[in-house]
């Protein structure tokens, strides 16, 4: 590429390809802060792909409703949103999913499989800070319960949520009773 198409993003990197997975290396994750998802949608121009991994995090919530377009446009019909939520910051996240049409958007563009799961770094805590810790757990897995009943309520029929996720199905403190009424 010349450095005037680089200056001007005046390039693809494929005229044609077919993906199946598209993940972001969550070592350097890609941001989706200003106008990179649109950078990111013109430099895929030509590809598809069937299945996507997002990172919700709380930085990038604020963008989730922008994401349906873009993973339409690539033919997308799989879904994995891997929860990153800081313990103490799941206002942002929990936001970005109640005030947005992003779930209704998925269901309404094809989407046939939606995965969740859920990562929390684990720092090292002294006494005090356990039992924050553990109140804070409590909230994150209030966040994923959360986005169960959205998806439900959303039209999602086929939702998976991985092992490691911190909303248990087989828990009933966790909101079994109320998932089970929504299916």
Not at 99 to 126: A, C, R
Not at 168 to 182: S, T, V
Request: charged fraction near 25%; charge should be neutral; glycine fraction near 6%.
């Amino acid at each position: 590429f010349t450095e005037e198409q680089i200056a001007k993003k005046d390039f693809h990197l494929f005229e044609s390809a077919k993906i199946g997975l598209l993940a972001i290396d969550k070592d350097s994750p890609f941001s989706l802060a200003g106008g990179s998802l649109e950078w990111l949608q013109h430099i895929l121009t030509g590809c598809s792909f069937t299945k996507a991994t997002l990172i919700v995090d709380n930085a990038s919530a604020r963008q989730l409703p922008k994401v349906p377009r873009f993973l339409q446009s690539f033919g997308v019909t799989r879904v994995h949103l891997r929860m990153q939520v800081e313990y103490e910051r799941t206002a942002p996240v929990k936001n970005a999913f109640h005030d947005s049409d992003f779930l209704t958007d998925l269901v309404n563009m094809g989407i046939t499989e939606l995965v969740v799961s859920s990562h929390y770094p684990e720092p090292k805590f002294n006494r005090y800070q356990l039992l924050k810790k553990k109140r804070m757990d409590l909230e994150n897995e209030g966040v994923t319960g959360e986005l169960l009943e959205a998806m439900v309520r959303a039209g999602n029929k086929r939702i998976l949520v991985k092992p490691q996720s911190t909303f248990d199905l087989d828990d009933a403190d966790n909101g079994k009773g109320r998932i089970n009424a929504l299916l």
